[in-house]
T-cell receptor, first 115, second 113 residues
Framework: DTGVSQDPRHKITKRGQNVTFRCDPI?????LYWYRQTLGQGPEFLTY????????KSRLLSDRFSAERPKGSFSTLEIQRTEQGDSAMYLC?????????????FGEGSRLTVL | GNSVTQMEGPVTLSEEAFLTINCTYT??????LFWYVQYPGEGLQLLLK?????DKGSNKGFEATYRKETTSFHLEKGSVQVSDSAVYFC????????????FGAGTRLFVKA
């Protein structure tokens, strides 16, 4: 299976700790997106990359959140000094702009629980 | 700004019943419209899409028509099955240089045998 993969699938941490999530997109996809989903809500946009360039970041995103895609392939999302309100499912998605339809391919997500 | 509003759930139906899940949107520009589905324990996946006005997207017996005049993209299925139980998300995507996709809050569907 060559879909989007995310790691770890589950992370439990104590408040104040740093956490990092990794996303490996579909190999030929040049766009990569991070979303956050809380219970009963739809995915909320966080940031996206085209190749290695971070082109947009949500204005609602705290400075404690940072994302990278250093070689235009995999991406990492780091949350520093975690808070209980950061508990959510973090979703990664990728797309290929060559087809220009906006269709996203999602991974299964990384669930974060902050105690 | 861009936003999506869909009917609140949960929606509970008996097998073989007719399904409608309403979705309306506001958008600048000319959005593409999508329905994504999330089955229990699985990631979101695309169910169907429409990229311009009057297009009809269809897949697995589900249909939705892009109605520009009413800014709607309602999801329908003529006869639901237990296996259709899932959360359905309406979404729009506008090319602002990156096709940022905005999702509705989701509608949970339960289908009883």
């Amino acid at each position: 299976d060559t879909g989007v993969s995310q790691d770890p699938r589950h992370k439990i941490t104590k408040r104040g700790q740093n956490v990092t999530f990794r996303c490996d997109p579909i190999s030929e996809h040049n766009r990569l997106y991070w979303y956050r989903q809380t219970l009963g809500q739809g995915p909320e946009f966080l940031t996206y990359f085209q190749n290695e360039a971070q082109l947009e970041k949500s204005r609602l995103l705290s400075d404690r959140f940072s994302a990278e895609r250093p070689k235009g392939s995999f991406s990492t999302l780091e949350i520093q000094r975690t808070e209980q309100g950061d508990s959510a499912m973090y979703l990664c998605a990728s797309s290929q702009d060559r087809f220009n339809t906006g269709e996203l391919f999602f991974g299964e997500g990384s669930r974060l629980t902050v105690l | 700004g861009n936003s999506v509003t869909q009917m609140e759930g949960p929606v509970t139906l008996s097998e073989e019943a007719f399904l409608t899940i309403n979705c309306t949107y506001t958008a600048t520009g000319y959005p593409s419209l999508f329905w994504y589905v999330q089955y229990p324990g699985e990631g979101l996946q695309l169910l169907l899409k429409a990229t311009k006005a009057d297009d009809k997207g269809s897949n697995k017996g589900f249909e939705a028509t892009y109605r520009k005049e009413t800014t709607s993209f309602h999801l329908e299925k003529g006869s639901v099955q237990v296996s259709d139980s899932a959360v359905y998300f309406c979404a729009l995507s506008v090319d602002t240089g990156g096709f940022k996709t905005i999702f509705g809050a989701g509608t949970r569907l339960f289908v009883k045998a």
